[in-house]
DNA sequence: CAAAAAGACACTAATATGGTATCATTCAAA
DNA sequence: TTTGAATGATACCATATTAGTGTCTTTTTG
């Protein structure tokens, strides 16, 4: 059970690069290079940041990414909604007759425990929590 | 994120008909025709099951599979690691200098907590439970 | 023996994830 | 004003995981 995948992966990295150095701008080669990752899928990812509003990017020579918000306004759930979707575990299994009923199903409260569990704790960490 | 796939749904349906009926043998075509799945896929998951430890299997006309467990022994949690593997949320993704330390990283606390949950939750259910 | 079952295992199909390649567009600097 | 360094957009390929099938062997009962 993957909880964050590569490209949710790479992206919290980066952020926390940049906000390390909040005024500077970045290009994608240059962090992939600095996190040994692959350029051209790191670069993916930053466009998808920027169309997200997370970060800022610059086209042209000297251009580049930069952070959009505050680094404790970047929260890791927002992240991994982007990049995996909306955390969604209680995609009804029990279609068949089996389950008693929707109110009633004891699974099924058991895994909306569990998915606001995940919610709740993704939410509580953002990029600077990452830098301590 | 998937919680619990395929197989381990068809699992659960398949043994909650069973313990329903403990004493009675049933054919993986026959619950397959009564679960409307797949039935060869079936016939592999009670296989598996077979080798588990969790089913007896009974070859020849008129075999089947049966419960080897009680009800109230047969855990989610177990069944969900026989056929997705351990549930480990903590692969750990910091490789690069960012994280750091394995000590103090937050993600990596938060990553555990999420995991015991998890687990405490899907430990927490058994086939009984999902037949009141 | 014949039919009905599981055992074993190789194989295909579908989907998700990880990653590349290419061309167009923008912009700054020589 | 040309050139090169950057992103924008998008199609594509590679790999892994999950879902599902097919087939042949073995066992058992009638
Ligand atoms: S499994 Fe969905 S309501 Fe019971
Ligand atoms: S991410 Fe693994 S220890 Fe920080």
Do not use: H, W
């Amino acid at each position: 059970m993957k909880l964050i995948t590569k490209r949710a992966d790479y992206a919290i990295r980066a952020l926390c690069v940049m906000a390390k150095n909040g005024q500077r701008m970045y290009s994608a080669f240059e962090l992939a290079k600095k996190l040994k990752i692959p350029g051209p899928f790191l670069r993916r990812i930053l466009q998808i940041l920027n169309k997200r509003g997370v970060l800022k990017s610059y086209k042209g020579q000297g251009g580049g990414f930069i952070l959009a918000l505050q680094p404790d306004n970047i929260f890791l759930i927002d992240l991994i909604e982007i990049f995996q979707g909306p955390v969604k575990l209680n995609e009804c299994l029990f279609k068949a007759k089996i389950c008693p009923s929707i109110s009633t199903c004891i699974l099924r409260r058991k895994v909306d425990e569990i998915e606001k569990f995940v919610v709740s704790e993704l939410s509580s960490i953002n990029i600077n929590s990452l830098l301590n």
